[in-house]
């Protein structure tokens, strides 16, 4: 069953105000424009709090990823933040020389905690009580939950925080044949995620380096000048390669050649590992196969930034007026504006729209406020809900409503009883 | 629109198992039926992951408690974990000499961040860009967020974790009057919300101490031995009094007398707090009132946790079988058994049956497995799925099926052709 917060409001009722001007220590176009439209909040450098409206846009986010991941077999679970010291000592993973963005902590009695950076540890950990015979395998399991990391830059916005929500999925098979067959099946499935946010024509599966058990991982790179990395691009053959393993070797393999890529800035809004057993040896996961042998599960993991994918939306999909939310996630499908909400005709008219929408299926954010136009038609361009619909005296009179996609930037006359039939 | 995750599946690709055994250094009785049923793992003392089946559970709380915030007006956002020192300086919070429940860290440049116990100060300060004028005023903001909290001992099981999923509300009025008509409000909402989870008879208001801006504040407490806390409760009067304010004074402003009042252990699964200005003044939220004049906002705050909720539930209402859930929070409504997967017109049987309740909207939680029934009549008592439906050989000759209400553990046989009437 599809979960969908669609909550319809008054904007006089939103706590939230637009503003002229960012922070001035914000760089980050995203971030600028996210807290300029009331969505996000800056509390330090690198770490954001999500207002209402940026709640919204995060949680539909989230519901298409947790459908897509559902789709894949993945079951949702919730791992602890707080970490255990000793579980990541045996990976060889706690120390501050091998992983630098620690966030640490200490308990009362002196010990040490991390708090959780990623989780293949813990999930590890913990699949020895479930897993133990090759009936046991296949398994994913997966999570949205908050992860810390120390960096020591923060400088992009909510693209790259010291906190953000991530879905971690993390597979465990019985051999690396049976792990790559659904690693094949989270491509397709990561694909159609990029697709439903918006993203896809912008974003590539893209070869980059792999580690022990694979000769490739895979990332998903959106093309932004906003990225901190580089890609070679094929936009027709819809593949790209990392500059990290852009080789004579690596092209050959993916049958290209370097006059038809080309080099761009991306950012990674995904990636998708084989850990092979990385984590299970040390970690002891092990399950009986067949003749009865103790052998180690084959583990993958497969990652998506939350605050990432809704950082790109807004750099790719801006102008200098605001914000432009690809419809599946826009925090309301439709910005119904009153242009006099003191007038009485327009009132009831655009109450009488706002509850028909409604009972449409639309989510609608309601401009019944009593200000200026030229502050409305800012304001709604900025919060960049796709569609907005404009209530005025002068059209009204001659029984007519705007509509402008605010994509496009323009706006046509709809007669106020076809403006139903327009929509749906 | 109310949105519940209503997902049936097959046990048979549950990846969690039931154990006969809890941990041996798991004390209380919450977590020892939750780790054995398969609802949360260990991770250390005080702190626990939610594995699928206690997710569903936890999520259904969630959605149950945000429906009531909603009802009040609240709106929801999602506060940052990571506590800028600054900001709790402000308010004297900082210092472990005056809150020893904090738990540190460091970035890389070596300023200290503190990891949210509570977000009072950060709300507070947010407010100041979005309240400006009486006109802003009343709103109400929540959130479910993770808190981090450094208990010395942590022996409550998911009763009192080192971090733990919270819901807070906080409330911001132009004076004391608004605020306690809102105030008021928000118990019913508690109480509605508590009578929901299946705690209602087991729940009272409870008067509590106060502070500076109230004569009282208000806990919502549920009796069981369990608990940490005292109260003296009129069961007929339906108010509790702590033990902390329990005085002459108190009584006769409530108009109890001592012999109407039992002693009761019990654990706060609820709390709402008068903050008056103790926040608004030194974090400098002020608003220009009716004369223009820069007044501190009048401040509460609200709080649920939903792990504390969970572990009552399962402290109070369960067997020496296992766990009982209410049907609102229950992970599924059906638990359907089939006691011989392999025979074929069980098979069909069981699964037309998980078809037809799908069809009827309810979810069911399909034990397919193949397994002696006597394993699975205990898997099931222990997970504690209010209704039971258990298809066999012998009664399905018979043309019935057993149906058991895990909470009277009695099964009645119903013809199979009535099953669907009688559920409905």
Redesign the interface.
């Known amino acids: 069953?599809a979960?969908?917060?669609?909550?319809s409001m008054r904007q006089s009722?939103?706590?939230?105000?637009t503003?002229r001007e960012a922070p001035k220590d914000e760089v980050a176009k995203n971030a600028q424009l996210l807290i300029r439209a009331?969505f996000i909040?800056k509390?330090?450098t690198g770490?954001?709090?999500?207002?209402?409206l940026?709640?919204k846009v995060?949680k539909k986010i989230e519901q298409i990823i947790r459908e897509e991941m559902?789709e894949l077999?993945g079951?949702?679970?919730?791992?602890?933040?707080?970490q255990?010291k000793e579980l990541w000592e045996k990976t060889n993973r706690w120390d501050d020389a091998a992983v630098d963005i620690w966030?640490?902590?200490?308990?009362?009695n002196g010990a040490f905690?991390g708090?959780g950076m990623t989780h293949e540890e813990?999930i590890t950990n913990?699949?020895r009580?479930?897993?133990r015979s090759i009936k046991?395998l296949p398994?994913a399991?997966y999570q949205f939950q908050?992860k810390?990391r120390?960096?020591?830059r923060a400088k992009s916005g909510i693209m790259r925080g010291?906190?953000f929500l991530m879905k971690d999925l993390y597979s465990f098979s019985k051999n690396e044949q049976s792990h790559f067959e659904f690693y094949e099946k989270t491509k397709t499935a990561y694909t159609k995620i990029y697709q439903r946010v918006g993203l896809g024509e912008s974003t590539f599966l893209t070869f980059a380096s792999g580690g022990i058990f694979a000769p490739y991982s895979h990332e998903f790179q959106t093309i932004t000048d906003a990225g901190e990395d580089v890609i070679y691009v094929s936009r027709e053959k819809r593949i790209a390669i990392n500059k990290e393993v852009y080789t004579p070797e690596v092209m050959k393999e993916l049958g290209v050649i370097a006059e038809e890529l080309e080099e761009v800035k991306s950012v990674e809004v995904g990636n998708i590992f084989t850990l092979g057993t990385r984590f299970s040896e040390p970690l002891e996961l092990f399950y009986n196969d067949e003749k009865g042998e103790r052998t180690p599960v084959f583990m993958g993991s497969y990652g998506i930034g939350l605050g990432r994918v809704m950082g790109t939306i807004v750099e790719t999909m801006s102008d200098e007026k605001g914000i432009i939310w690809p419809a599946e996630v826009s925090p309301f499908n439709i910005h119904l504006i009153s242009l006099d909400p003191k007038d009485e005709v327009i009132r009831s008219t655009c109450d009488e729209l706002y509850n028909a929408f409604q009972q449409m299926g639309k989510s609608v954010l309601y401009d019944d406020r009593d200000l200026r136009p030229g502050e409305k038609f800012n304001d709604a361009d900025l919060i960049g809900i796709p569609l907005q619909i404009i209530v005025g005296s002068k059209n009204l009179t001659n029984g007519m409503v705007e509509m402008k996609e605010r994509a496009k930037n323009m706006a046509t006359l709809v007669p106020k009883e076809k403006i139903f039939a327009t929509i749906a």
């Open positions: 069953m979960i969908i917060d669609n909550h009722a939103l706590f939230t105000k503003r009331g909040h509390d330090m770490v954001y709090s999500y207002l209402p940026g709640l995060l559902n077999g079951q949702e679970l919730f791992l602890a933040s707080l255990n966030f640490k902590t200490e308990l009362k905690l708090l813990p913990l699949m009580e479930h897993i046991d398994v399991a908050t810390f120390n960096e020591l010291r906190e």
